[in-house]
């Protein structure tokens, strides 16, 4: 796969190609944000995918987390003041766009490729160099991250170095670009600067006029400015011309009805998980959990999980982070558990706590959005009937002003 993309990326124009995706994305997709923990609008979108206020929130913590466990003593207005929230948004968005860019590539991370890069991460190894369960669980608690996040985190890191190692030139530069590079960079230059003193007791006098008129007219090119052109213009680029096209509120309202799916979220399973290590244990919170004991208690006591780790995420239908046991989710009603089953992190019991429903997008909240976009749709018309309007005016022989 990395040695068929790199083919595909070896030229020149094919690295422009891939630049100029990265920076559409960057340009075009991110349309601002605003923080608002509590919300669930979009901070950020990058081509179709949005980046929510909760899951910002949820990275920003994350990253609070870090510092202080780096033994900073900071509080989240101070580390929103010193540009941490900036950092986490950034973080997101260059996510998202490798991951695209990676999609659009045709690059593929299967299960079983994640799995093996968080067993080799030496984060995770206990005290024999080996892969810990234990401490991976220990990790994740401590950077406040479910196993979900962190697993979809994973992912799109891969993504990232599968596209970024795509661009690594093998082998050595020739000798005939080597040598001449050194030796421009190594050049150095030597100057000596004399300076001489002006002697103000000399007294060389004061010219006359014919001794000024003589040097006008010697050195005339020294005293003669150039030619300058005054040009007036009118400018008619889009920018410009989207400020002079009125969008009635009637249109706006018909747009939003209009493109109304595309402002719908889907529903979304708020799932639970208990993390056991091995399918005894497995079978043996199963047991208990059917006896009529409490999910959080059976975790606490079976599988020694902390209440706050219950959390796994909230998925829409086909987003689970582990595909392969999606099923035992997805046949749940509310407050049901699925059977123990097995992924590539171990063995798991899942619980379907609710669901976040449907929710609409406002019209208010995509206003401005879809006006946006009804100018920039007739923008093109609009500049073309003023370059007319402006070579009409000039046949006349009228002025441009």
């Not at 989240?76 to 490798?98: C, F, K, T, V």
């Not at 690594?168 to 600067?193: F, H, Q, S, T, Y």
């Not at 096209?245 to 708020?270: M, N, Q, S, T």
């Not at 047991?287 to 004991?293: K, V």
């Amino acid at each position: 796969m990395l040695q068929k993309l790199r083919k595909s990326t070896a030229s020149i124009i094919a690295k422009s190609l891939f630049a100029l995706l990265i920076l559409s994305f960057a340009a075009w997709g991110i349309q601002g944000y605003i923080f608002q923990a509590q919300q669930s609008d979009a901070v950020a979108t990058i081509g179709e995918t949005k980046i929510t206020g909760p899951e910002l929130s949820r990275a920003f913590r994350q990253d609070l987390r870090r510092f202080q466990l780096g033994g900073i003593d900071i509080t989240p207005e101070q580390a929103r003041d010193i540009g941490l929230l900036d950092q986490s948004l950034e973080r997101l968005i260059s996510g998202r766009l490798y991951s695209q860019a990676g999609d659009w590539l045709g690059l593929a991370v299967s299960d079983a490729m994640v799995s093996t890069a968080i067993q080799q991460e030496p984060a995770f190894f206990d005290e024999t160099g080996r892969f810990s369960r234990d401490r991976f669980n220990t990790v994740l608690s401590q950077g406040n991250y479910s196993e979900g996040q962190f697993v979809a985190d994973m992912r799109r890191d891969i993504y990232r170095r599968q596209i970024l190692n795509s661009f690594d030139i093998a082998g050595d530069a020739p000798m005939a670009m080597v040598r001449p590079l050194n030796a421009w960079r190594g050049e150095k230059r030597v100057a000596v600067v004399a300076a001489v003193p002006i002697d103000d007791s000399l007294d060389v006098g004061k010219p006359d006029d014919e001794t000024l008129r003589r040097l006008h007219e010697e050195m005339a090119s020294e005293f003669t400015a150039p030619e300058r052109r005054v040009v007036a213009f009118v400018d008619i680029s889009p920018q410009v011309a989207t400020r002079e096209i009125a969008v009635a509120e009637e249109e706006l309202r018909d747009e939003y009805e209009r493109r109304i799916d595309e402002f719908r979220e889907p529903r979304l399973r708020i799932v639970q998980q208990i993390r056991l290590p091995d399918e005894a244990t497995g079978k043996r919170a199963a047991a208990a959990l059917a006896s009529g004991e409490s999910f959080a208690d059976v975790a606490r006591d079976i599988a020694g999980q902390d209440a706050n780790d219950l959390e796994f995420g909230r998925f829409a239908d086909g987003e689970f982070p582990l595909p392969d046991v999606a099923q035992s989710i997805e046949g749940l009603d509310v407050g049901e558990v699925s059977d123990p089953v097995e992924s590539a992190f171990g063995w798991h019991i899942f619980r379907l706590s609710g669901f976040q429903e449907e929710q609409t997008r406002s019209f208010e909240d995509v206003r401005a959005d879809i006006e946006r976009d009804l100018k920039s749709s007739r923008v093109g018309d609009m500049v073309q009937r003023l370059a007319n309007d402006i070579e009409d005016v000039l046949a006349r022989g009228d002025p441009l002003e």
